[in-house]
C-alpha cells in the first residue's frame, strides 16, 4: 500500500493481463480459421472469399472471440478490470484498422468486412468487460 491507501500499481500484470486477451482474440480466430480452410468450407489462403454467408460466419466467430478476449483481460486485471477490457478494444480497433487499411487494396473480400471488424473490436471488448462485472465478486 502507499501513502494514500491505494494499492500499487502492477504494470507488468496490467500489460499481461491485455496480452492474454489478444492473444485469445487473435489466437482463437487463426485456429477457426485453419480448421475451416482445413475441412474445405473456406477457400484455400490467399484466395478471395466473397460469399456473404462465410463472410458472416467469420464474423460471427471474430465477434464471440472479441467478447471472449475482453472477459479474460478483464479477469485478469490486477485491478479496473473494465479499462483493461476497453484498453484491448482500443488495440484491436487500432489492429484492425490498420489491417482495413493493408487488406482492402488486396481485394480479398469485401470492403466491408475489415470495417467492420475494426467497428466491433471495441463494443465486443466492453461486453466482456461487463460480462465479467456481472459474475465478478462484489
Do not use: K
Amino acid at each position: 500500500m502507499t501513502a494514500t491507501g491505494t494499492p500499487p500499481r502492477r504494470l507488468g500484470r496490467s500489460t499481461g493481463a491485455v496480452l492474454c486477451g489478444f492473444v485469445a482474440v487473435v489466437g482463437l480466430s487463426l485456429v477457426t480459421d485453419q480448421v475451416l480452410h482445413t475441412l474445405h468450407v473456406y477457400p484455400p489462403w490467399g484466395e478471395p472469399m466473397y460469399a456473404t454467408g462465410l463472410i458472416c460466419l467469420a464474423l460471427g466467430y471474430r465477434i464471440l472471440y472479441g467478447v471472449l478476449g475482453g472477459y479474460v483481460a478483464a479477469r485478469l486485471a490486477p485491478r479496473n478490470p473494465m479499462r483493461h477490457a476497453l484498453v484491448l478494444g482500443t488495440v484491436g480497433l487500432v489492429v484492425s484498422a490498420a489491417g482495413a487499411i493493408a487488406t482492402i487494396p488486396m481485394q480479398l473480400g469485401p470492403v466491408w468486412y475489415p470495417i467492420v471488424l475494426a467497428l466491433t473490436a471495441l463494443p465486443c471488448a466492453w461486453l466482456g468487460g461487463v460480462l465479467y462485472r456481472r459474475e465478478a465478486p462484489a
